[in-house]
């Protein structure tokens, strides 16, 4: 167990849809980081929030936008869904920025 | 462009052997590399990492190699069991280097390692 918690596990919606995925970071851990893996891909970084402000962007589509709050938690929207989508979406964190990051079980997102 | 390579998608082993899984790099800014280990329906879990002014790391039955001039690193698990089967993934980052984007991972792509009894 890494300490990293992501709800849901599973979501299932239809196209157009929005969902919000979840994230708690480790208890102490001021970095959160968000990645998709999609069946022909492998891990892509989105983007990472550290202590609240967001720090770095990767490949995150206009259509998702995440948030850090106070507590740490994370949320990344997803929004006008397609069937691309369709994947395991993982939060990661770490204490600072950049050193080792701890994954959480991930979203498996399946849009239909 | 892929800036962390793993050419093998797969590799198989026999119990007590020696694995080597390969990783390559493009990127000479790169200062950071990291072992995740993946079953099938969990998230990555950590195993080893290596910082650039080191060439090798140790844990255990796990050893990471990195040679800079050649941008190629390499984990070695001896002896292999087969608990350790699962998808190898090498992964990459500037510490140091970047400005507004340090610390995000680039991975490879994986390598799928069956240890067989």
């Known amino acids: 167990d890494s300490g990293v918690t992501q709800t849901p596990k599973h979501l299932i919606t239809a196209t157009g849809q929005r969902v919000t995925l979840r994230c708690s970071p480790r208890?102490?851990?001021?970095?959160v980081y968000w990645y998709q893996q999609s069946l022909d891909q492998g891990l892509q970084f989105l983007i990472q929030?550290?202590?609240?402000?967001?720090?770095a962007k990767g490949n995150i589509l206009e259509r998702f936008s995440a948030q850090q709050f106070p507590d740490l938690h994370s949320e990344l929207n997803l929004s006008s869904l397609e069937l691309g989508d369709s994947a395991l979406y993982f939060c990661?964190?770490?204490?600072?920025?950049?050193?080792?990051?701890?994954f959480g079980p991930g979203t498996r997102l399946l849009v239909l | 462009d892929q800036q962390v390579k793993q050419n093998s998608p797969s590799l198989s082993v026999q119990e007590g052997r020696i694995s080597i899984l390969n990783c390559d790099y493009t990127?000479?800014?790169?200062?950071?590399f990291l072992w995740y280990k993946k079953y099938p329906a969990e998230g990555p879990t950590f195993l080893i990492s290596i910082s650039s002014i080191k060439d090798k790391n140790e844990d255990g039955r796990f050893t990471v190699f990195l040679n800079k001039s050649a941008k190629h690193l390499s984990l070695h698990i001896v002896p292999s069991q087969p608990g350790d089967s699962a998808v190898y993934f090498c992964?990459?980052?500037?510490?140091?280097?970047?400005?507004?984007?340090?610390?995000?991972?680039?991975f490879g792509k994986g390598t799928k390692l069956s240890v067989k009894p």
């Open positions: 992964a990459a980052s500037a510490l140091m280097n970047y400005g507004g984007s340090q610390g995000n991972l680039i």
């Open positions: 208890s102490g851990d001021l970095s």
């Open positions: 990127n000479s800014m790169f200062d950071y």
């Open positions: 929030y550290y202590n609240g402000e967001e720090r």
């Open positions: 990661a964190s770490s204490v600072a920025r950049g050193e080792t990051q701890y």
